[in-house]
């Protein structure tokens, strides 16, 4: 089975410019998180969807940060502008049924600079 | 959601069993308790869930007790691959979806 597949794994761009993370979730599953993960705050939960729709976005860090979901197999992280802060790894997730565990995907390093 | 508490490293004797825990004193009756780890950087690994009885898969077993406030995860016997970062959760049953981590134990197990 095909597990969350994130892209790219890694991304290197200069400060200002446009950065879009890219992630497929488990095929059936209907809840889709992203993560983000750096050493001084661990692993943070920005947002995530349930059927498409965006539930909870309080952990989205400003309004340079977005997230979408147009369909049930495709979600994408937009920064713009990026800032040297946001580098960091970041993690998509998904899930099915209630109570059942996430999955991640392998991250997608990201370095601002 | 409930809040956890783990030691911040501990280390095991390669073969040996690895025993891991977690307090969540305040768990809700509906809350279940999962277990991931990270090796690196790569994604956090799902290891085991469970509610309130005791769990086992091929990775590992999952010890809660009785009233809930605390549980371990057992590796029976850790080997070099199995140092990483072991994260303790608990999560609402209904509602929302959200985890929330903590900063973990980092298991190094020892030749």
């Known amino acids: 089975d095909a597990g969350v597949i994130q892209s790219p794994r890694h991304e290197v761009t200069e400060m200002g410019q446009e950065v879009t993370l890219r992630c497929k979730p488990i095929s059936g599953h209907n809840s889709l998180f992203w993560y983000r993960q750096t050493m001084m705050r661990g692993l943070e939960l920005l947002i995530y969807f349930n059927n498409n729709v965006p539930i909870d976005d309080s952990g989205m860090p400003e309004d340079r940060f977005s997230a979408k979901m147009p369909n049930a197999s495709f979600s994408t992280l937009k920064i713009q502008p990026s800032e040297p802060r946001d580098s960091a790894v970041y993690f998509c997730a998904s899930t099915g049924q209630l109570n059942q565990p996430q999955h991640f995907g392998d991250g997608t390093r990201l370095s601002i600079l | 959601d409930a809040k956890t508490t783990q030691p911040p490293s501990m280390d095991c004797a390669e073969g040996r069993a690895a025993n891991l825990p977690c307090n969540h004193s305040?768990?809700?009756?509906?809350?279940?308790v999962y277990w991931y780890r990270q090796i690196h950087s790569q994604g956090p690994q799902y290891i085991i869930h469970?509610?309130?009885n005791n769990e086992t898969n091929e990775m590992a077993s999952l010890i809660i007790t009785e009233d809930r406030k605390s549980s371990t995860l057992i590796l029976p016997h850790a080997t070099l691959r199995d140092t990483a970062v072991y994260y303790c959760i608990v999560r609402g049953a209904s509602g929302t979806y959200k985890y929330i981590f903590g900063t973990g134990t980092r298991l190094k197990v020892l030749a």
């Open positions: 305040t768990i809700s009756g509906n809350e279940y």
């Open positions: 469970g509610l309130k």
